[in-house]
């Protein structure tokens, strides 16, 4: 990761049981901006944005 | 302003359920000072209301609360939402003014806000305040624009808000609004919008925005929360998001030059109308002084009394509220409307000569302390009883005199399990069917439980929704509300503020749907705020009495007194056989049987009966000692001579709260206004500590005042705890007993007048058929609905001598009062003819036809079967008028009465639903309710009332009638719990138990089946 651009907080569908999400805007080497999100203990790869 | 800020924060834009937001002030306040903020702002949108509370609360958890609003603030450049802050108690009037404007016409234009800003401060505002949009809309010379317009009009009351809402770019937006800040040299401060006291209230607060917006949860809108952003930050959490800490500095260094005190230190006294060179005392003095000595010359208590209550008036600076309540006695009476003081005012000379009430407090050995005294720290209370067709008569007056000054004042309308089960099931996408099912599974054991309490009605939830996943959700909802949640405002019952200025200062007004100005907020808080109110209460009972002696008046000719009826022994007998029924006050069954026990036969004797039959009484054990030794079954106990002084009259027991104070100061020697607070705190004690200095107190005193034993200072004390001062005053109960006087006189004397009242006005708890029953039992006859006889309300008719009783044409379910005034004018022209001669005159509704007609407003022009097959034939057109219908049969009685009770509500037929069950009951070997005799018993009845009181530990009373005659059927809870369904459902019961004293004690029920029986054998 080069750079954190941004950070944000969904609540989620709270009544079909979702939970929260906190999201990330990251950059990576190459220029690449991914957005990703943390699912308990693991990262997830949302979007990429070139 | 400081670079640093300091360890608590000032927090500068909450709301709370009185604006957007979920939780009370109280709550907001609280968490912020467990977090250990120092400031708290609360800018409900377009709201005041929690101000008060906010205040009140501030003071014991020791967080600095501030007041502001946010609102629509209309600019050329566009509307946009800010925030102002009140920095003292002239800007929260001005703040004030400026909300009752935007409630009106839905935003503030800029121009106004430029005129009228003194001592407000203004927030730019959130995500949609007019610096975001402008700057993402790229609009930045209107931004300029309007920048410049504000800081010229504000100077450096001006503040850019920087927020943080944890949404994609809000970082970038809050160093953007900072670089703007600082470009323009406009001051800054950080400013987290705050809706909810924590995080995990986030999905109510989702849910409840839905609610307010009308949609459901899967529909998405740019007001909805989208996170738990909305949460009191904790320092750590608001430093984080908005990691500036000179605009924490700022906004705390406003906070603490802006804070001012909302709260007065006296009362207001209300503005009257008076002669040049008067002044409001003087002028109350000399009214109050004609008066004594017209009525009362040569009597020197009475001057003493009067003397000293004028003191007390003049010293409390309130002569301008007496006058006020006489010029609005004055005025009803005027107009022929019946306005009678009721509570504690009756207690007060002054009250009595201002002909406020006809009580003569001197005689009646009543205590104008209940009401005034000079240690008052409550407002006093002067409630109007008025006739309550026409209160709103004397409403309009009082607008009219005082405008602006007078207003109504708001009841905060607080969530029940039902409406917060229709709400929030709404939103969740609930069906409306299986919401209605849901209410109505509550039955009458939940309907009254708060919504944090619903898990206690998991059970019947479960019963409509299995285990669905809505029914967890919705009780995790519900479990997070508060108690006391608030949801709406409405206009209170009968509370009228006036104020010395226009009320706009005080609190933003508002027209209610019903186009009464209201001001928003509830009583309390605006005595909080030293605004004097009137209480002009609607009696339906008052208006009966005025319908009834209209009605004497028309068919007699003679104008009733209703304010000096003569005494009558025989007017009191039908009480002692229990005959109540529409006896103000004393219908209710316990009532009825206290009436057979008690045989009252003066006025003292009704108002310790409606006394007595209270909840105080009640739960102290009073009753019984009271009646023993009223009948002679007991000696009188021994009391110290200053206890039987005092309760002497009502045979050693207290009854009134008058008592209670008298015998805390004649008895333990506190001081009226000590004798008030300890009657408040001991009618609040919740736990036994909050009772236990309460009774040092008292038996210190009773020792010391009067050397009392132990023993006999705890009797006493038993008796002052259980009573607690839930009992009446005993001159509220005085005020009532007159009314019932005049109720049961009017039933003597004017029986079908009376009836015809009561059906009119619906004063009391019985249902229009119970009425109609006791018609049928005082030989006063029921005329059908007529459509060329009947007229708006039910009117005594003579038919061949005997006087009768017309069911009006609004009678009919879905007949409007002006559907029955069109009919009433085009009926002038001339009587209808036939079915189609009124269709072709007045051209109704098809659902107005059909509504008449299943009334029976045609039958005397043709068979009802035939009319309703007219009716229902579609209207106008190419179609004939009048289609010949089929051979129809004609209804039997059995249809005509249940078809009578559906479309009205009662039957001028002479039976009764129970007459068509006569031959089944026989078979169960059911006993008819007047032949009953002590023991088993097996009977049956129609259910017309269901009562199940919360005090009464878990124990359900029913009244079941059969013709004229009723019995009380108490449910204890094993059977209640074993027979829920027919009891919650069953139009008519058979019930098995145990018969005594007029009561019997259910042990089986079984339902029974009304609809689709044989017809009667006769009539």
Redesign the interface.
């Known amino acids: 990761m080069r750079r954190l651009l941004d950070t944000w907080r969904a609540g989620g569908r709270w009544w079909l049981g979702e939970e929260g999400r906190d999201y990330f805007l990251l950059e990576v080497a190459g220029g690449l901006v991914l957005e990703v999100f943390r699912e308990g203990e693991r990262w997830v790869l949302s979007r990429v944005l070139d | 302003m400081g670079p640093e800020p300091g360890p608590g924060l000032a927090l500068l834009s909450a709301e709370s359920y009185f604006g957007r937001g979920v939780s009370s002030p109280e709550r907001l306040l609280e968490r912020a000072a467990a977090l250990g903020h120092t400031h708290l702002v609360l800018t409900d949108w377009q709201s005041l209301t929690g101000g008060v509370r906010l205040f009140r609360k501030a003071k014991e958890v020791g967080v600095v609360p501030l007041l502001g609003a946010g609102l629509l603030l209309k600019t050329p450049e566009g509307t946009f939402p800010v925030r102002l802050l009140a920095a003292s108690r002239e800007g929260y009037a001005a703040l004030s003014a400026h909300l009752t404007r935007v409630l009106a016409e839905g935003a503030l234009p800029l121009e106004a806000l430029l005129r009228e800003n003194q001592d407000l401060v203004l927030l730019t505002g959130g995500r949609e305040g007019f610096p975001s949009r402008l700057l993402a809309e790229r609009r930045l010379s209107a931004l300029n624009r309007l920048l410049k317009a504000l800081k010229e009009a504000f100077r450096d009351r001006l503040f850019l808000s920087l927020y943080h809402d ?7 937006r809050a160093r953007v609004l900072r670089a703007l800040a600082q470009d323009r040299g406009l001051p800054y401060v950080a400013a987290l919008e705050v809706r909810m006291a924590e995080g995990d209230l ?2 109510l607060l ?2 409840l925005t839905c609610v307010r917006l009308g949609i459901g ?1 899967e529909t998405p809108h740019p007001e909805r ?5 909305w949460a009191l930050p904790s320092r750590e959490e608001a430093l984080k998001r908005l990691p500036f800490p000179e605009a924490w500095a700022n906004a705390r260094a406003l906070a603490e030059t802006i804070a001012f005190p909302l709260l007065p230190e006296r009362l207001l006294d209300p503005p009257v109308p008076l002669p040049p060179g008067e002044t409001p005392m003087g002028l109350l003095r000399r009214l109050a002084w004609a008066a004594l000595e017209a009525r009362y010359p040569g009597k020197p208590q009475y001057a003493k009394r009067l003397e000293e209550e004028l003191a007390t008036v003049e010293a409390l600076g309130l002569p301008g509220f007496f006058l006020l309540a006489r010029e609005v006695a004055r005025f009803a009476r005027s107009r022929g409307i019946l306005a009678v003081a009721r509570g504690s005012a009756v207690g007060s000379l002054l009250a009595h000569l201002l002909d406020l009430t006809p009580v003569d407090p001197v005689r009646e050995g009543l205590l104008f302390e209940r009401f005034l005294h000079g240690g008052m720290k409550a407002l006093p209370d002067i409630d109007l009883d008025l006739g309550s067709r026409r209160r709103r008569e004397v409403i309009r007056h009082l607008e009219e005199t005082f405008g602006a000054r007078e207003a109504m004042a708001a009841a905060y309308v607080t969530y029940r399990l039902p409406l917060a089960l229709q709400d929030l099931g709404r939103a ?1 996408g609930l069906p409306a069917p299986l919401r209605r099912r849901l209410t109505r599974q509550l039955g009458r054991d939940f309907r009254h439980l708060s919504p944090h309490r619903a898990q206690e009605a998991e059970p019947l939830l479960r019963e409509v929704l299995g285990e669905s ?1 809505a029914k967890g ?1 919705l009780l995790h909802l519900l479990s997070r509300m508060e108690k006391g949640q608030v949801r709406h405002l409405m206009p209170h019952v009968g509370g009228v503020v006036l104020a010395p200025g226009p009320l706009h200062r005080y609190a933003p007004l508002v027209r209610s749907s019903g186009g009464i100005q209201m001001i928003t907020l509830d009583k309390d808080d605006l005595e909080a705020l030293g605004l004097v109110k009137l209480d002009l209460l609607g009696l339906r009972m008052l208006s009966a009495l005025e319908r009834a002696r209209e009605e004497v008046l028309r068919t007699e000719g003679v104008y009733l007194d209703l304010e000096a009826l003569p005494q009558e022994e025989g007017v009191y007998r039908p009480l002692w056989r229990g005959e109540t029924l529409g006896v103000f006050q004393l219908e209710s069954p316990a009532q009825t049987a206290m009436s057979r026990k008690l045989r009252p036969k003066s006025l003292q004797d009704l108002a310790h009966q409606i006394a007595l039959v209270r909840p105080g009484p009640i739960q102290s054990g009073t009753v019984r000692p009271y009646l023993e030794r009223r009948l002679g079954q007991r000696g009188p106990g021994r009391l110290h001579p200053t206890l039987e002084a005092i309760l002497g009259k009502t045979f050693g027991v207290i009854l009134f709260q008058e008592q209670l104070l008298r015998l805390l100061h004649h008895g333990a020697g506190l001081d009226w206004a000590e004798a008030e607070a300890f009657r408040k705190a001991l009618s609040k004690a919740k736990d036994p500590e909050d009772l236990l200095p309460l009774r040092e107190r008292l038996l210190e005193g009773l020792k010391a005042r009067l050397g009392l034993s132990g023993e006999e200072a705890e009797a006493v004390w038993r008796m002052v705890e259980g009573f607690r001062g839930y009992g009446f005053t005993e001159s509220h109960a005085l005020a009532f007993a007159r009314h019932a006087y005049a109720s049961l006189w009017l039933k003597a004397h004017y029986p079908a007048e009376f009836l015809a009242a009561l059906l009119a006005e619906a004063p009391g708890m019985w249902p229009p058929a119970t009425l109609r029953q006791e018609a049928r039992r005082l030989g006063v006859p029921i005329l059908p609905l007529s459509i060329n006889h009947s007229g708006l309300y039910p009117r005594v008719e003579r038919v061949e001598g005997k006087k009768g009783i017309r069911l009006p044409l609004t009678a009919a379910k879905g007949v409007s009062e002006e559907a029955a005034r069109a009919i009433l004018r085009e009926r002038l022209l001339g009587p209808f003819r036939s079915l189609a001669d009124f269709r072709a005159r007045l051209d109704p509704t098809q659902d107005l036809l059909l509504a008449l007609v299943r009334a029976g407003a045609f039958d005397e022009l043709l068979p009802r079967r035939e009319a309703l097959f007219q009716a229902g034939l579609p209207g106008g057109g190419l179609l004939p008028l009048e289609e010949k219908a089929p051979p129809l049969p004609p209804l039997g009685l059995g249809e005509r009465l249940f078809l009578d009770l559906e479309a009205q509500g009662l039957s001028a037929l002479p039976l009764h639903p129970m007459d068509l069950l006569r031959g089944l009951l026989e078979e169960l070997g059911a006993t008819p309710i007047p032949l009953l005799e002590a023991g088993p018993a097996r009977t049956a009845g129609l259910v017309v009332a269901r009562q199940k009181p919360p005090t009464a530990k878990g124990y359900a009373f029913f009244v079941l009638e059969d013709g004229p005659h009723r019995l009380q059927a108490v449910i204890p809870p094993e059977v209640w719990e074993e027979h829920y369904a027919p009891l919650r459902d069953g139009e008519a019961l058979l019930v098995e138990g145990l018969y005594r004293g007029g009561s019997l004690r259910v042990e089986k029920v079984w339902p029974l089946p009304l609809r689709g029986l044989q017809e009667p054998q006769s009539l």
Not at chain 2, 167 to 172: C, K, T, Y
Request: cysteine-free; overall charge neutral.
């Open positions: 944890r949404l994609p770019g809000d970082a970038r986030y999905p989702d849910a949860v929360p989208r996170n738990e952003a969740l996943p959700l």
